[in-house]
């Protein structure tokens, strides 16, 4: 069992950065690949990016590649995601999941957070 809560949303404005945490209980955090996704109002849940348990890979959705980082820090049970050059487009609820192996995928995710709000205003 993984219990995972986010953190560091917020309102930015267009250009600005921001770093998500999602911090997770359970002694097991080490062995699961995790994932960041994010939803925006009227939309379906989809991949922003994805580390693997040892931090040895890391996948991004395309519309991200080059502004924001995924990392990990197992000792502190907690991944994050390192936001820059913020668009508009990237106003959603971001959300952090849980899996054996890392997927594209929200519905292979066994847990998830409550997801923590950003807002890129223009």
């Known amino acids: 069992q993984v219990q995972l809560v986010e953190s560091g949303g917020g309102l930015v404005q267009a250009g600005g950065s921001l770093r998500l945490s999602c911090a997770a209980s359970?002694?097991?955090?080490?062995?699961?690949?995790m994932g960041w996704f994010r939803q925006a109002p009227g939309k379906e849940r989809t991949f922003v990016a994805a580390i693997t348990s040892g931090s040895r890979s890391t996948y991004y959705a395309d519309s991200v590649k080059g502004r924001f980082t995924i990392s990990r820090d197992n000792a502190k049970n907690t991944v994050y995601l390192q936001m820059n050059n913020l668009k508009p487009d990237d106003t959603a609820v971001y959300y952090c999941?849980?899996?054996?192996?890392?997927?594209?995928?929200?519905?292979?995710?066994?847990?998830w957070g409550q997801g923590t709000q950003v807002t890129v205003s223009s």
């Open positions: 359970g002694r097991t955090f080490s062995t699961y690949d």
């Open positions: 999941g849980a899996r054996g192996s890392w997927s594209k995928l929200p519905m292979n995710y066994d847990y």
